[in-house]
Antibody, heavy 122, light 115 residues
Framework: QVQLQESGPGLVKPSQTLSLTCKVS??????????WTWIRQPPGKGLEWIGYIYHNGSPYYNPSLQSRLVMSVDTSKNQFSLRLTSVTAADTAVYYC??????????????WGQGIPVTVSS | QAVVTQPSSLSASPGASASLTCTLRSDLSVGSFRIFWYQQKPRSPPQFLLRHKSDSDEQRGSGVPSRFSGSKDASANAGILLISGLQSEDEADYHC?????????FGGGTKLTVL
């Protein structure tokens, strides 16, 4: 069974860069087929898809975040990462990494990390 | 107008049924989309419940009871999550999501209270 675990700082200052990593176990990112995804949830609000990255490093970002976002994958460590620049208080959220797996004609988020809360504050 | 809209809250009694709606923007036809539903309990990540495109194209997640089912209301341009025989453990947030123009778009989520 695949497991995902987010890591990174819980507090980031405004205008700085948020960096998070998701370690994957029980599945190989290199296996292909899956999209490795970041999703966030501001306090008391709904979910927002941030972007995904494929095993070959090809990313696809939410257009609303694209100008500040870089995602990468390290297949040797079986993990993928997110960097979000120029953060503001609006970026305060619980950040989840998830696997989008393909099944019966569609991708869906079948496995999630526990989430890591990130606060943007000076 | 948001791409996907969900009512912020819904209350229902134990044993009753609850219909949670996921309304698409008017320029999008609900018949063309698979609607994915996730359940989220406090301090936990969302869990996949089911996906529904049509009566013949529906799949529940592993271990999800048959009390949970999907449907569509074309007149309302909405996907529906129907929960029958409500139990206290069904009290949670429910999120719908669609795949649209190469992005996943979530609704704002519905908080279901069972009381």
């Amino acid at each position: 069974q695949v497991q995902l675990q987010e890591s990174g700082p819980g507090l980031v200052k405004p205008s700085q860069t948020l960096s998070l990593t998701c370690k994957v176990s029980g599945d190989s990112i290199s296996r292909g087929d899956d999209y490795w995804t970041w999703i966030r949830q501001p306090p008391g609000k709904g979910l927002e898809w941030i972007g995904y990255i494929y095993h070959n490093g090809s990313p696809y970002y939410n257009p609303s975040l694209q100008s500040r976002l870089v995602m990468s994958v390290d297949t040797s460590k079986n993990q993928f990462s997110l960097r979000l620049t120029s953060v503001t208080a609006a970026d305060t959220a619980v950040y989840y990494c998830a696997r989008a797996a393909f099944d019966a004609g569609a991708y869906f988020f079948d496995s999630w990390g526990q989430g890591i809360p990130v606060t943007v504050s000076s | 107008q948001a791409v996907v809209t969900q009512p912020s809250s819904l209350s229902a009694s134990p044993g009753a049924s609850a219909s949670l709606t996921c309304t698409l923007r008017s320029d999008l036809s609900v018949g063309s989309f698979r609607i994915f539903w996730y359940q989220q309990k406090p301090r936990s990540p969302p869990q996949f419940l089911l996906r529904h495109k049509s009566d013949s194209d529906e799949q529940r997640g592993s271990g999800v009871p048959s009390r949970f089912s999907g449907s569509k209301d074309a007149s309302a341009n909405a996907g529906i999550l129907l929960i029958s025989g409500l139990q206290s453990e069904d009290e949670a947030d429910y999120h719908c999501v669609i795949w649209h123009t190469n992005t996943w778009v979530f609704g704002g989520g519905t908080k279901l209270t069972v009381l």
